[in-house]
Protein backbone atom coordinates (compact mmCIF):
# COMPACT_ATOMS: atom_id res chain seq x y z
CA UNK A 1 0.00 0.00 0.00
CA UNK A 2 1.60 3.41 -1.09
CA UNK A 3 1.60 5.75 2.08
CA UNK A 4 -0.14 8.76 0.50
CA UNK A 5 -3.05 7.80 -2.23
CA UNK A 6 -4.65 9.91 -4.29
CA UNK A 7 -6.99 9.86 -7.56
CA UNK A 8 -4.76 11.01 -10.15
CA UNK A 9 -7.65 11.75 -12.13
CA UNK A 10 -8.22 14.08 -14.60
CA UNK A 11 -10.97 15.22 -12.47
CA UNK A 12 -12.76 17.71 -14.52
CA UNK A 13 -15.23 20.44 -13.31
CA UNK A 14 -17.60 23.31 -14.92
CA UNK A 15 -16.55 26.83 -14.00
CA UNK A 16 -18.45 27.24 -10.67
CA UNK A 17 -19.19 23.77 -9.33
CA UNK A 18 -17.48 22.30 -6.30
CA UNK A 19 -14.37 20.61 -7.20
CA UNK A 20 -14.13 17.68 -4.47
CA UNK A 21 -10.07 16.18 -4.05
CA UNK A 22 -9.64 13.37 -2.17
CA UNK A 23 -6.11 11.22 -0.45
CA UNK A 24 -6.18 8.61 1.72
CA UNK A 25 -2.93 7.57 3.76
CA UNK A 26 -1.29 4.77 5.58
CA UNK A 27 0.52 5.86 8.55
CA UNK A 28 -2.10 6.22 11.79
CA UNK A 29 1.17 8.52 13.29
CA UNK A 30 0.63 11.14 10.50
CA UNK A 31 0.56 14.79 12.39
CA UNK A 32 0.23 17.44 9.51
CA UNK A 33 -1.56 17.27 6.48
CA UNK A 34 -1.22 19.59 3.36
CA UNK A 35 -2.35 20.63 -0.42
CA UNK A 36 -0.39 21.81 -2.59
CA UNK A 37 -1.03 23.11 -6.26
CA UNK A 38 1.18 22.61 -8.96
CA UNK A 39 0.66 24.25 -12.47
CA UNK A 40 2.18 22.60 -15.22
CA UNK A 41 5.97 23.32 -15.53
CA UNK A 42 5.67 24.99 -12.07
CA UNK A 43 6.92 24.25 -8.51
CA UNK A 44 4.45 22.67 -6.23
CA UNK A 45 3.01 25.70 -3.73
CA UNK A 46 1.03 25.66 -0.50
CA UNK A 47 -2.48 26.22 -0.20
CA UNK A 48 -3.67 24.76 2.77
CA UNK A 49 -2.81 22.76 5.81
CA UNK A 50 -4.40 20.89 8.21
CA UNK A 51 -3.76 20.01 12.07
CA UNK A 52 -7.00 18.53 13.50
CA UNK A 53 -10.01 16.48 12.67
CA UNK A 54 -12.76 18.38 11.37
CA UNK A 55 -12.94 21.44 8.60
CA UNK A 56 -10.62 24.13 8.13
CA UNK A 57 -11.91 26.89 5.75
CA UNK A 58 -9.70 29.43 3.87
CA UNK A 59 -12.00 31.93 1.23
CA UNK A 60 -12.66 29.37 -1.39
CA UNK A 61 -10.67 26.10 0.18
CA UNK A 62 -12.32 24.04 2.58
CA UNK A 63 -9.66 21.17 3.36
CA UNK A 64 -11.22 18.50 5.51
CA UNK A 65 -9.52 15.85 7.78
CA UNK A 66 -10.38 12.88 9.21
CA UNK A 67 -7.36 10.82 11.11
CA UNK A 68 -10.25 8.02 12.35
CA UNK A 69 -10.54 7.09 8.58
CA UNK A 70 -6.99 8.07 7.45
CA UNK A 71 -8.41 10.48 5.18
CA UNK A 72 -8.07 14.11 3.71
CA UNK A 73 -9.99 16.11 1.45
CA UNK A 74 -10.01 19.23 -0.61
CA UNK A 75 -13.01 21.83 -1.39
CA UNK A 76 -12.99 23.97 -4.16
CA UNK A 77 -16.14 25.96 -4.33
CA UNK A 78 -16.70 28.20 -7.30
CA UNK A 79 -14.42 26.72 -9.31
CA UNK A 80 -12.20 28.82 -12.09
CA UNK A 81 -10.39 27.76 -14.68
CA UNK A 82 -7.11 29.43 -13.20
CA UNK A 83 -8.10 26.43 -10.28
CA UNK A 84 -6.85 23.97 -13.38
CA UNK A 85 -3.74 22.68 -11.73
CA UNK A 86 -2.37 19.64 -10.28
CA UNK A 87 -3.56 19.12 -6.37
CA UNK A 88 -1.07 17.34 -4.07
CA UNK A 89 -1.60 15.68 -1.11
CA UNK A 90 0.95 15.58 1.14
CA UNK A 91 1.87 14.22 5.23
CA UNK A 92 4.16 14.50 7.94
CA UNK A 93 4.51 12.30 10.93
CA UNK A 94 4.93 14.68 13.24
CA UNK A 95 7.53 14.94 16.65
CA UNK A 96 5.75 12.66 18.56
CA UNK A 97 5.62 9.59 16.74
CA UNK A 98 9.16 8.47 16.15
CA UNK A 99 9.58 9.51 12.52
CA UNK A 100 11.13 12.50 10.86
CA UNK A 101 9.23 15.57 11.76
CA UNK A 102 10.67 17.88 8.32
CA UNK A 103 9.93 15.02 5.67
CA UNK A 104 6.78 15.63 3.18
CA UNK A 105 5.36 12.28 1.55
CA UNK A 106 3.51 13.56 -1.30
CA UNK A 107 0.71 11.51 -3.24
CA UNK A 108 1.13 11.16 -6.77
CA UNK A 109 -1.35 14.54 -7.40
CA UNK A 110 -5.05 14.48 -8.72
CA UNK A 111 -5.10 17.15 -12.14
CA UNK A 112 -8.08 19.13 -11.66
CA UNK A 113 -9.69 21.01 -14.65
CA UNK A 114 -12.10 23.63 -14.45
CA UNK A 115 -14.04 24.02 -17.96
CA UNK A 116 -15.44 27.50 -18.83
CA UNK B 1 12.07 38.09 0.30
CA UNK B 2 12.96 37.07 -3.19
CA UNK B 3 11.82 33.36 -3.05
CA UNK B 4 14.09 30.12 -3.39
CA UNK B 5 16.00 30.52 -6.16
CA UNK B 6 17.58 27.32 -8.01
CA UNK B 7 20.29 27.27 -10.89
CA UNK B 8 20.36 26.18 -13.53
CA UNK B 9 16.88 25.60 -14.73
CA UNK B 10 17.62 23.41 -17.37
CA UNK B 11 20.81 20.48 -17.68
CA UNK B 12 21.60 18.44 -20.44
CA UNK B 13 24.26 15.65 -19.95
CA UNK B 14 25.34 12.76 -21.21
CA UNK B 15 25.55 9.31 -19.21
CA UNK B 16 28.40 9.39 -17.21
CA UNK B 17 28.70 12.79 -16.57
CA UNK B 18 28.97 14.55 -13.10
CA UNK B 19 26.55 17.60 -12.01
CA UNK B 20 26.00 20.27 -9.81
CA UNK B 21 22.93 21.79 -9.22
CA UNK B 22 22.61 25.04 -6.70
CA UNK B 23 20.13 26.36 -4.32
CA UNK B 24 19.83 30.16 -2.93
CA UNK B 25 16.66 29.50 -0.03
CA UNK B 26 15.17 32.46 1.21
CA UNK B 27 17.46 34.61 3.31
CA UNK B 28 15.47 33.70 6.90
CA UNK B 29 15.17 29.89 6.81
CA UNK B 30 17.64 28.04 8.13
CA UNK B 31 16.14 24.70 6.90
CA UNK B 32 16.41 23.06 3.59
CA UNK B 33 15.21 20.38 1.31
CA UNK B 34 15.95 18.25 -2.31
CA UNK B 35 13.27 16.79 -3.50
CA UNK B 36 13.21 14.70 -6.92
CA UNK B 37 9.71 14.61 -9.03
CA UNK B 38 9.68 12.80 -12.18
CA UNK B 39 6.03 13.56 -14.59
CA UNK B 40 3.21 12.11 -13.39
CA UNK B 41 4.50 11.82 -9.82
CA UNK B 42 4.70 13.84 -6.31
CA UNK B 43 7.67 15.30 -4.89
CA UNK B 44 10.15 12.59 -3.53
CA UNK B 45 12.40 13.33 -0.46
CA UNK B 46 16.06 12.91 -1.40
CA UNK B 47 17.64 15.18 1.66
CA UNK B 48 17.43 17.94 4.28
CA UNK B 49 19.69 20.73 6.11
CA UNK B 50 19.28 22.34 8.86
CA UNK B 51 21.55 25.19 8.86
CA UNK B 52 24.53 23.60 7.48
CA UNK B 53 24.01 19.98 8.95
CA UNK B 54 22.54 17.59 6.56
CA UNK B 55 20.18 15.36 9.25
CA UNK B 56 18.49 13.12 6.59
CA UNK B 57 19.28 11.68 3.21
CA UNK B 58 16.94 9.60 1.89
CA UNK B 59 17.58 5.61 1.96
CA UNK B 60 16.27 5.68 -2.13
CA UNK B 61 19.60 7.82 -2.87
CA UNK B 62 22.55 5.97 -4.18
CA UNK B 63 26.11 7.23 -3.18
CA UNK B 64 26.48 8.29 -6.33
CA UNK B 65 24.24 11.64 -4.65
CA UNK B 66 25.80 14.29 -2.39
CA UNK B 67 24.47 17.24 -1.45
CA UNK B 68 25.89 19.84 1.03
CA UNK B 69 25.06 23.10 2.72
CA UNK B 70 28.28 25.05 3.66
CA UNK B 71 27.62 28.29 6.33
CA UNK B 72 24.16 27.32 6.53
CA UNK B 73 23.78 29.59 3.11
CA UNK B 74 22.83 28.34 -0.07
CA UNK B 75 23.36 25.01 -1.08
CA UNK B 76 24.60 22.49 -4.06
CA UNK B 77 23.65 18.70 -5.25
CA UNK B 78 25.84 16.60 -7.11
CA UNK B 79 24.84 13.31 -9.12
CA UNK B 80 28.53 11.89 -10.40
CA UNK B 81 28.16 9.56 -13.08
CA UNK B 82 24.82 10.11 -14.09
CA UNK B 83 22.39 7.30 -15.48
CA UNK B 84 19.26 7.55 -17.79
CA UNK B 85 17.07 7.56 -14.14
CA UNK B 86 18.34 10.18 -12.86
CA UNK B 87 16.42 12.32 -15.21
CA UNK B 88 14.13 14.49 -13.02
CA UNK B 89 13.31 17.59 -12.02
CA UNK B 90 15.38 18.48 -8.85
CA UNK B 91 13.15 20.78 -6.01
CA UNK B 92 15.21 22.86 -3.53
CA UNK B 93 12.44 23.74 -0.83
CA UNK B 94 13.18 26.32 2.41
CA UNK B 95 11.24 26.38 5.32
CA UNK B 96 10.96 28.92 8.19
CA UNK B 97 10.75 27.28 11.93
CA UNK B 98 7.57 25.75 10.96
CA UNK B 99 8.96 22.51 9.03
CA UNK B 100 6.02 21.66 7.02
CA UNK B 101 5.05 24.70 5.04
CA UNK B 102 7.83 24.12 2.29
CA UNK B 103 8.53 27.25 -0.27
CA UNK B 104 9.61 25.41 -3.24
CA UNK B 105 11.92 27.06 -6.10
CA UNK B 106 11.53 26.41 -9.83
CA UNK B 107 13.69 23.57 -10.09
CA UNK B 108 16.22 22.15 -12.34
CA UNK B 109 14.83 19.76 -14.88
CA UNK B 110 17.89 17.16 -15.92
CA UNK B 111 17.88 15.06 -19.06
CA UNK B 112 20.44 12.39 -19.28
CA UNK B 113 20.97 11.29 -22.38
Known amino acids: QKEVEQNSGPLSVPEGAIASLNCTYS??????FFWYRQYSGKSPELIMSIYSNGDKEDGRFTAQLNKASQYVSLLIRDSQPSDSATYLC????????????????FGKGTLLTVNP | DTGVSQNPRHKITKRGQNVTFRCDPISEHNRLYWYRQTLGQGPEFLTY????????KSRLLSDRFSAERPKGSFSTLEIQRTEQGDSAMYLC???????????FGSGTQLSVL
Open chain 1, 27 to 32: DRGSQS
Open chain 1, 90 to 105: AVNRGWDSGGSNYKLT
Open chain 2, 93 to 103: ASSPKVPEKLF
Open chain 2, 49 to 56: FQNEAQLE
